[in-house]
């Protein structure tokens, strides 16, 4: 998940310097087009393979919730800060611990919900709705970040059934089939350049992906996520040193408060469990 964070890091920094050259779904089909031609070995194999019609069905869904996130994504990057898209993208993480408290049956202890709390209430301190007037990217990321949520719920329950690579794979052929018609409905001829760094996207991205996946297979999401919380540190600094964008405390307060909650319920469970795994001293020895 540490790698997950640092590959995303440099998609938001990549597609922020973009600064919304070309409209938000057609840069998020080159960027999965990309991602194809990567991953072609690896598709070609799995449809070879086959897939029950259930499993279908979950690559489908994801695919659909993919795509919703990724155009809303692209056109919050091109109207806000990168800070104020990752902190936003906090939100993620909190929907995705929430469900797989009520859908996947992953315990949700007191402290956990009250860390959940928390970092809802630091998702207000970034927002501040009625403090501010939002913009519409403000409301893209929010978005985004239910639907990645929701899709990485799905992601958990495909890494039990399909290798990692095969998920990443099958949400990049589902979602550029899903983006084909709304990118060819507003092409914009696209220069060299920008079809350059859309394909470094695609690397990070694809990356990012396959460790996040990898992660879930390895780990509860509660485990895993509260890792995402420090690519704010890391998004601030790109912003402010890269794009010249104002350093705003309130941004910072709100993730603030998502890393304190989490971090501080992740590393008492973590005692928790190792209290648990630890035989007491009267155990037998074998």
């Given at each position: 998940?540490?790698?997950?964070?640092?590959?995303?890091?440099?998609?938001?920094?990549?597609?922020?310097?973009?600064?919304?050259?070309?409209?938000?779904?057609?840069?998020?089909?080159?960027?999965?087009?990309?991602?194809?031609?990567?991953?072609?070995?690896?598709?070609?194999?799995?449809?070879?393979?086959?897939?029950?019609?259930?499993?279908?069905?979950?690559?489908?869904?994801?695919?659909?919730?993919?795509?919703?996130?990724?155009?809303?994504?692209?056109?919050?990057?091109?109207?806000?800060?990168?800070?104020?898209?990752?902190?936003?993208?906090?939100?993620?993480?909190?929907?995705?611990?929430?469900?797989?408290?009520?859908f996947l049956g992953e315990k949700l202890a007191?402290?956990?919900i009250a860390a959940v709390a928390v970092a809802?209430?630091?998702?207000?301190?970034?927002?501040?709705?009625?403090?501010?007037?939002?913009?519409?990217?403000?409301?893209?990321?929010?978005?985004?970040?239910?639907?990645?949520?929701?899709?990485?719920?799905?992601?958990?329950?495909?890494?039990?059934?399909?290798?990692?690579?095969?998920?990443?794979?099958?949400?990049?052929?589902?979602?550029?089939?899903?983006?084909?018609?709304?990118?060819?409905?507003?092409?914009?001829?696209?220069?060299?350049?920008?079809?350059?760094?859309?394909?470094?996207?695609?690397?990070?991205?694809?990356?990012?992906?396959?460790?996040?996946?990898?992660?879930?297979?390895?780990?509860?999401?509660?485990?895993?996520?509260?890792?995402?919380?420090?690519?704010?540190?890391?998004?601030?600094?790109?912003?402010?040193?890269?794009?010249?964008?104002?350093?705003?405390?309130?941004?910072?307060?709100?993730?603030?408060?998502?890393?304190?909650?989490?971090?501080?319920?992740?590393?008492?469970?973590?005692?928790?469990?190792?209290?648990?795994?630890?035989?007491?001293?009267?155990?037998?020895?074998?």
């Open positions: 998940m540490l790698a997950t964070g640092l590959c995303f890091v440099a998609v938001n920094t990549i597609v922020r310097g973009l600064d919304g050259a070309l409209p938000a779904a057609q840069a998020a089909f080159i960027r999965f087009l990309f991602g194809l031609v990567f991953l072609a070995p690896v598709i070609t194999s799995a449809l070879r393979g086959g897939f029950s019609r259930g499993i279908w069905g979950l690559f489908a869904l994801r695919g659909a919730l993919h795509v919703v996130a990724v155009v809303a994504w692209f056109y919050a990057m091109s109207r806000i800060t990168v800070a104020e898209v990752t902190a936003i993208g906090f939100l993620n993480p909190i929907i995705v611990t929430i469900c797989a408290a009520l007191s402290r956990r809802l209430m630091g998702a207000l301190v970034v927002l501040r709705p009625g403090l501010r007037e939002l913009d519409p990217g403000h409301l893209s990321q929010v978005l985004a970040a239910v639907a990645f949520g929701l899709s990485y719920l799905i992601a958990k329950q495909l890494s039990d059934r399909v290798p990692a690579a095969v998920v990443v794979a099958m949400m990049s052929l589902t979602v550029s089939v899903g983006l084909a018609p709304l990118a060819i409905a507003q092409w914009v001829p696209p220069t060299m350049g920008q079809l350059g760094w859309l394909a470094l996207v695609a690397v990070f991205a694809t990356l990012g992906h396959y460790t996040m996946t990898r992660a879930f297979a390895a780990a509860p999401l509660t485990v895993t996520q509260p890792v995402t919380f420090l690519q704010l540190i890391w998004a601030s600094l790109v912003g402010v040193l890269v794009f010249h964008e104002p350093l705003d405390p309130w941004v910072i307060l709100g993730g603030g408060l998502m890393i304190g909650a989490i971090s501080y319920i992740t590393w008492r469970e973590a005692r928790i469990r190792a209290r648990t795994v630890t035989p007491p001293v009267s155990a037998t020895k074998v």
